[in-house]
């Protein structure tokens, strides 16, 4: 399977940073000069690409130091200061006055996902395309099943990402619940590789999965030994709001955020993270918008309680009073759920980013 593999080799890329910038007597090749043994030295079977990034500074997790990288086969072989170039071969690429730094992960996307009668606009070219750009070179995106079927939405997703320009993985959604969604989950980690699912507890009526859905799965993860995911907001509750609003006559953009406050993302933040207790298996909630959830997240984690929080662009730096432009064009670009929120939570957000409350998706890599 492409996916898996992929995922794979971008693991063994980054670890390979780690490995080599701890050891940096780490035999590699004709590039570094002596010691590989010349062409064919190492890294046989490959198709012998070679690439030394010079001069720059290499910055990883850990820290940040003036290093060579040497890379053979897309595996990061070295990294250390002044590597000569012992080899045509090689290409070198200056990097002097310039950071290198590993690719950045994306872990929640949606590229060409069909949702309420419409589709979002980036596609798997498209939406590399502009990653690429900007220093993204992997994502995750979310394979949603058709009518429930897991098989079905793999296969549709595949075909999506035909068109890719970049390495990239799948989580799952979970949309309803029966034996046989149940069987197919492990399927999915067994044979595919896909080893995270998100449950909506959002979007009543079609995505939306009730906590006695959320129990089973959040057993079966366990079970699978794969992660868990949640879009925290009662979707109940939210269903409540709309109405409200639309009893008020507010139908523009605003009446989006007004219809479900933080109260209800911390109320259903909480309870995900509670039955995750309950059947003691890691959380990961996907977009942190508020305070109110991130609170909740907090607490659990002094706690002891494995709980990811995912925190995104738009939380950390948006507020909502674009959603009350007179415009509706620019106002209905601001439209997420949960919703983009008052100042002031983004700037909290971004504290607990900066404090470890929220994390980068590499923290949870590592279960
Ligand atoms: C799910 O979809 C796959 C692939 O399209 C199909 O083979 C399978 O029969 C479907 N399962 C059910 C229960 O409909
Ligand atoms: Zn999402």
Redesign the pocket.
Known sequence: MATPCRIRRLLVLLAAVAVAASHPAHEFCAAAGGGGGGAGGCGGGGDGTRILIKGGTMVNAHRAEEADVYIEDGVVVAVRPNIPVGDDNVKVIDATGKYVMPGGIDPHTHLEMEFMGTVTIDDFYSGHAAALAGGTTMHIDFVIPVNG?L??GL?SYKHKAEKSAMDYGFHMAITKWND?VSREMEVMVKEHGINSFKFFMAYKGSLMVTDDLLLQGLQKCKSLGALAMVHAENGDAVAEGQQRMIDLGITGPEGHALSRPPVLEGEATSRAIRLAKFVNTPLYVVHVMSTDAMEEIAKAKREGQRVIGEPVVSGLVLDDSWLWDPDFATASKYVMSPPIREAGHNKALQAALSSGILQEDSQWRKW
């Open positions: 079927n098989t079905a296969e046989e």
